[in-house]
């Protein structure tokens, strides 16, 4: 599962990115539009904006805005930044690859080529998907079936 950190910060990210590349939005307004803590988000906010993704203004029209075009962010980088690696196992990681302490061949481990074949797909999906893509298909998706839940005992 995805932190409560990396959630919220989606949900800033959507907010800004729906406002446009450049366009400020102040924190008290993406606080009460999404129901995120204030001091949490500033901290979000803060390291999205040390990694590149925000700029921020000061002032009565200041604000955190996007410095890159949504369709340039992908979901996975955000993750990443957020809540780390997210390979099912350290021999898998893209950026904290370490070999399994109880594996002693990694080609023929498998469990390895189990997780291998899953956490290709996702990665796939995670690259592939940005801010853009994700609002787009939000866009055409009917009403009733964004509040689909997943059955208790599901993923």
């Known amino acids: 599962m995805i932190s409560q950190r990396a959630r919220y910060a989606f949900k800033a990210l959507f907010r800004l990115a729906r406002a ?3 366009e400020s939005v102040q ?3 993406i ?28 002032g ?36 904290a690859y ?3 302490d109880d594996c002693a061949d990694e080609a023929s481990c498998d469990l390895r080529r189990v997780f291998a074949e899953v956490y290709g797909k996702m990665l796939n999906v995670l ?8 609002l787009k298909a ?9 509040k689909q839940r997943v059955p208790a005992g599901g993923a």
């Open 20 to 22: 446009g590349v450049g």
């Open 27 to 29: 924190i008290k307004d």
């Open 31 to 58: 606080c009460e539009a999404d129901q995120i803590p204030r001091p949490f988000l500033e901290q979000i906010l803060l390291e999205l904006k040390r990694s590149g993704f925000l700029g921020s203004r000061r």
């Open 60 to 95: 009565k029209e200041g604000g955190y805005f996007l410095l890159r075009d949504p369709s340039q962010i992908s979901i996975a980088s955000v993750l990443r930044l957020l809540d780390g690696p997210f390979a099912p196992l350290p021999c898998l990681s893209k950026t």
């Open 98 to 100: 370490r070999r399994c």
């Open 127 to 134: 690259e592939g998907q940005t801010l853009a893509s994700a």
């Open 138 to 146: 939000a866009e055409v998706m009917p009403r009733n079936s964004r």
